[in-house]
């Protein structure tokens, strides 16, 4: 597997958005082996599958 590590900020990225990877998701995959989520998408992206599950693991969580 190649390095996770990008030499570039998103702004200076020349690629298709189509080919942008969402390193929370990359990262979400490789410890939730049980569930895979998409990850081609930028990850500052609202609507990101990672993003949206630890939302919803915090809201389940809090206290009333």
């Not at 189509?18 to 998409?38: A, G, L, P």
């Amino acid at each position: 597997m190649s390095s996770l590590r990008w030499k570039h900020k998103l702004k200076e990225c020349t690629a298709p958005a189509s080919e942008h990877k969402c390193i929370n998701c990359v990262t979400y995959n490789r410890y939730n082996k049980n569930e895979k989520i998409d990850k081609n998408h930028s990850a500052l992206r609202k609507d990101c599958p990672s993003l949206q599950a630890v939302l919803t693991k915090y809201r389940r969580n809090i206290d009333y």
